[in-house]
């Protein structure tokens, strides 16, 4: 995650005019090859799983659509409905209750996620789950 930052970061001015950034697009498959291996082994892991999954599979159509002409682009009306699905993945990530807050954070393509684990070895199974 910290690469596949980074390297957005570092290819920025190419990215803003539409050129394409090979290392950025590598670190986001690395990333979701990482995160498609976990094997969740709960409920609650399961549903923070797929919402990683649905999250980066976003972060891939925005990723192809940088790379369209405008008239190939989505329209406002598709954004919304985008987003009201990712609204209901958030939501259904909620209801696991695992995670009891997600908020995004402004102007960022991040979000912030509050959990409840028991303890910290439910946690660490989570974040080490086996790929």
């Not at 670190?27 to 892991?45: E, F, N, Y």
């Amino acid at each position: 995650m910290i690469a596949y930052n980074q390297d957005v970061i570092d290819g920025w001015s190419l990215r803003i005019r539409g050129e394409p950034t090979p290392q950025v697009s590598a670190d986001l498959d690395r990333l979701c090859g990482t995160v498609a291996g976990r094997r969740p082994m709960t409920p609650a892991q399961r549903a923070f799983v797929e919402d990683a999954m649905v999250r980066l599979d976003r972060v891939l159509m925005t990723a192809q659509a940088l790379h369209r002409t405008p008239a190939d682009r989505i329209t406002l009306d598709q954004l919304w409905d985008v987003e009201a699905e990712e609204a209901d993945h958030a939501q259904e990530t909620l209801d696991s209750g695992f995670c009891v807050g997600i908020w995004n954070v402004a102007a960022q393509k991040r979000i912030i996620a509050i959990i409840d684990s028991p303890d910290a070895e439910d946690l660490d199974r989570v974040h080490n789950a086996p790929r």
